[in-house]
Nanobody, 125 residues
Framework: QVQLVESGGGSVQSGGSLRLSCVAS????????IGWFRQAPGKEREFVAA????????YYEDSVKGRFFISRDNAKNTVWLQMNSMKPEDTAVYYC??????????????????WGQGTQVTVSS
């Protein structure tokens, strides 16, 4: 069982930055690939970024490439999502998720077994 807790959300103006954290407990964190997803009101949950078990490979949704950066420190059981040059369309609840069998299907939310409770991010214009 994996428990995930997100933090770092808040309100920021367009062009600003936020860093989200996802802290894991209850398991060997290094065995899991981690993904960040987001869900805006009235929309489906969408993939944002993912990182493999040791941090060597990272993946991004096209609209966040070059603005968002995912990283992890297995010694701290933590994954971060650094969000720069933020836009109003980045407004959503952001979730981190863990996948024991991380693969090229990293963008599919149904591949992840464990989820955090989410953190709200609001970007004003």
């Amino acid at each position: 069982q994996v428990q995930l807790v997100e933090s770092g959300g808040g309100s920021v103006q367009s062009g600003g930055s936020l860093r989200l954290s996802c802290v894991a407990s209850g398991t060997t964190f290094a065995r899991y690939g981690i993904g960040w997803f987001r869900q805006a009101p009235g929309k489906e949950r969408e993939f944002v970024a993912a990182v493999d078990w040791n941090g060597d490979s990272t993946y991004y949704e096209d609209s966040v490439k070059g603005r968002f950066f995912i990283s992890r420190d297995n010694a701290k059981n933590t994954v971060w999502l650094q969000m720069n040059s933020m836009k109003p369309e980045d407004t959503a609840v952001y979730y981190c998720a863990a996948d024991r069998y991380f693969s090229q299907n990293y963008y599919r939310s149904d591949m992840y077994e464990f989820w955090g409770q989410g953190t709200q991010v609001t970007v004003s214009s």
